[in-house]
C-alpha cells in the first residue's frame, strides 16, 4: 500500500529512532490510506470495483485472448496490485513481528494477506482461463473471489489500523 508515493533516502544518524516504535506508526497509516481511498479505485473499495466489473471484461476487449492474459500477467507478476504485492506486504508484516512479537493483530493480519495472497493468484489464473476458454464463468468465478478478498483485506487493515 503506497504511503502516498513517497521516497525516502536513509542516512544512519547518531540518534536512530527505535524501529518498534515506528512500525505501529507506519503500518497505521497505510492501513488508513486503505480503508479510506481518495478515489472509489483504491483500496479495498477498488478491489470491490474490480469485482464488480470484471463480470464484464470479456464483452469489453477487443481481443480478449490476449487482453486478459496480459491483464492477468500484470496482476499476478508486475505493478503494486495482485499476489505480488500481497506476498510483498504479508512478509513484511510478519517481520514486524521480530520488533512486535506476540502482536495478536499483527499475526491475524498477516495471515489474511497470506490467504490474499493466494486468492489474487486464483483470480489471475481463472483470468487466463477466461482468455484461453472464451468462457465467461472463470470472469464471474473470478469476481466472486475479488469481492472475497477486498473483504479479506478490508478486515486486515482495520486490524492495522489499531496497531
Not at 5 to 27: D, E, F, L, M, W
Not at 90 to 116: P, T, V
Not at 120 to 145: M, P, R
Request: hydrophobic share 40%; glycine share 6%; charged share 25%.
Amino acid at each position: 500500500m503506497a504511503a502516498r508515493a513517497r521516497s525516502y533516502t536513509i542516512k544512519r544518524g547518531n540518534n536512530v529512532t527505535n524501529i518498534k516504535s515506528i512500525i505501529p506508526k507506519a503500518v497505521r497509516e497505510i492501513a488508513k490510506d486503505f480503508l479510506n481511498p481518495p478515489l472509489k479505485c483504491f483500496g479495498y473499495k477498488g478491489i470491490l470495483k474490480l469485482g464488480d466489473e470484471m463480470k464484464n471484461w470479456m464483452n469489453e476487449t477487443p481481443n480478449p485472448r490476449k487482453d486478459l492474459f496480459d491483464q492477468a500477467e500484470l496482476m499476478e507478476n508486475g505493478g503494486t496490485g495482485g499476489a505480488i504485492f500481497r506476498n510483498f506486504f504479508r512478509d513484511f508484516l510478519f517481520e514486524c513481528l521480530d520488533y512486535l512479537s506476540g502482536n495478536l493483530q499483527l499475526i491475524k493480519a498477516a495471515n489474511l494477506y497470506k490467504k490474499a495472497a493466494l486468492n489474487w493468484t486464483e483470480i489471475a489464473n481463472l483470468i487466463v482461463k477466461a482468455g484461453k476458454s472464451l468462457d465467461n464463468s472463470y470472469l464471474i468465478k473470478a469476481s466472486e473471489i475479488s469481492i472475497e478478498t477486498a473483504l479479506i483485506e478490508k478486515e486486515a487493515m482495520e486490524l492495522l489500523v489499531k496497531l
